[in-house]
């Protein structure tokens, strides 16, 4: 039985007295049960008391996101070790690189982050870029680990094949050259369609909140004058 602050709860019993309860009126079941809850959904760390940590929402779409990433670049380096055929290499690399730039910009992409992007010509043939993205409400409820797994893994794939371009200019390798230079194409490609998307529901939210400041505040100024 909850007691408000400074109050007294006549029920016969003498401990419950001012908003607290003496040991004597709570049962030993019911400590038991609340020391059980606690420990169940707190875990402690030097005597500091922290919530437990998040999982993955979505670990299938986590494990094809980075499966495809890996198994491009993993590809690209042990060719160069143990296969003679160019054509091989540039075909398997770029078609797992190819796959990867699928996932992302339509699976994963929109699963881990709530954000969805594609290029379309209009009439004029012009270029024009399109966004989608989910709601305020439901990307205020996305998972954290996935975003981060989804964020970090675009840019580190990146990164990678930025790297293998510098040193295949350096060997004057320009047949490898290609290749790297197709992959990092399509990651850069995801990289730009997704950063510029993020910035436009950052945008939207950043409206969303100022018209729902504005329309609270303006039904307030209502209802104070309609008192009046």
């Not at 339509?106 to 699963?111: E, F, K, L, T």
Request: hydrophobic share 50%; aromatic share 14%; net charge neutral.
């Amino acid at each position: 039985m909850r007691v408000p602050n400074g109050g007294v709860a006549d029920n016969g019993d003498d401990n419950v007295v001012g908003g607290r309860v003496g040991m004597a009126a709570v049962p030993e079941a019911v400590l038991a049960t609340t020391t059980m809850e606690v420990s169940s959904d707190c875990t402690s760390t030097n005597g500091w008391w922290r919530p437990p940590g998040e999982n993955y929402a979505h670990p299938q779409i986590c494990f094809f996101h980075v499966l495809f990433k890996g198994a491009a670049l993993a590809f690209y380096i042990l060719s160069a070790l143990f296969i003679d055929n160019f054509v091989i290499i540039f075909v398997v690399t770029v078609l797992l690189a190819a796959l990867d730039f699928w996932v992302v910009k339509n699976v994963s992409g929109r699963i881990l982050v709530g954000l969805r992007w594609w290029n379309e010509i209009n009439e004029d043939g012009e270029s024009v870029w399109k966004y989608e993205c989910l709601d305020q409400e439901s990307l205020s409820r996305m998972n954290k680990k996935d975003s981060w797994l989804f964020w970090w893994t675009l840019y580190l794939t990146a990164v990678a094949w930025i790297f293998f371009a510098i040193f295949s200019l350096i060997r004057f390798q320009a047949d490898y050259l290609l290749v790297v230079g197709v992959c990092l194409t399509l990651s850069i490609a995801n990289i730009v369609g997704f950063t510029r998307c993020r910035k436009d529901a950052k945008k939207q939210l950043q409206q969303f909140a100022s018209q729902t400041i504005a329309s609270r505040f303006t039904s307030t100024i209502q209802s104070a004058f309609s008192a009046v």
